[in-house]
């Protein structure tokens, strides 16, 4: 079965801190994996998309990484702002693009 | 990046009626777009894909006689919520495949 799964589920961090989030998938056969940021009440915004061959992959203070050997991908945000409380849900695509798997999403609340 | 926008953004109607929400991507032509229902502290849920000139194709669970999809031109599509009841009271959010998903804004829909 495609699935997704992020974690931490949540997470509260301090202005100024780094953090790093988890996605975990088991979808076959694998197209690309996709960040997303969803703000509340917005649609989600892309961060990056990355594809089979591609190990790491930055949008400014966000940093990508993917392994698709273990199937693992991670989403690295440096030097957090107050903006970036949103929810980040990693979408892994299963056959060319088009069929998206969606993660439950990671909370992130970052506080002053 | 590519644009896609939502009419309207929030609407309330009273149960019993039904409300249409328009999805436009406005500056690329999508043959297909998604539609999907997000429920709070959830993930999206995909619902239907409608590809242009043709029938949507509904997931399961999701009645194609309450959900109406039209999608009339290669820039539009629209949800047709009949008959809405409470339960009906969710975030719907369309996207539109162009070089790659890209989401709307969302649409908060409030049965009362």
């Known amino acids: 079965k495609n699935q997704v799964e992020q974690s931490p589920q949540s997470l509260i961090i301090l202005e100024g801190k780094n953090c790093t989030l988890q996605?975990?998938?088991?979808?076959?056969?694998?197209?690309?994996l996709r960040w997303y940021k969803q703000d509340t009440g917005r649609g989600p915004v892309s961060l990056t998309i990355m594809t089979f061959s591609e190990n790491t992959k930055s949008n400014g203070r966000y940093t990508a990484t993917l392994d698709a050997d273990t199937k693992q991908s991670s989403l690295h945000i440096t030097a957090s702002q107050l903006s970036d409380s949103a929810s980040y849900i990693c979408v892994v695509s299963a056959e060319r693009g088009t069929a998206l798997i969606f993660g439950k999403g990671t909370t992130l609340s970052v506080s002053s | 990046g590519a644009v896609v926008s939502q009419h309207p953004s929030r609407v309330i109607c009273k149960s019993g009626t039904s409300v249409k929400i328009e999805c436009r991507s406005l500056?690329?032509?999508?043959?297909?777009m998604f539609w999907y229902r997000q429920f709070p502290k959830q993930s999206l849920m995909l619902m239907a894909t409608?590809?242009?000139?043709?029938?949507?194709?509904?997931e399961q669970g999701v009645e194609k006689d309450k959900f109406l999809i039209n999608h009339a031109s290669l820039t539009l599509s629209t949800l047709t919520v009949t008959s809405a009841h409470p339960e009906d009271s969710s975030f719907y959010i369309c996207?539109?495949?162009?070089?790659?998903?890209?989401f709307g804004p969302g649409t908060r829909l409030t049965v009362l």
């Open positions: 500056d690329f032509q999508a043959t297909t």
């Open positions: 409608s590809n242009e000139g043709s029938k949507a194709t509904y």
């Open positions: 996605c975990n998938y088991t979808v076959s056969p694998f197209s690309n």
């Open positions: 996207s539109a495949h162009g070089t790659e998903q890209f």
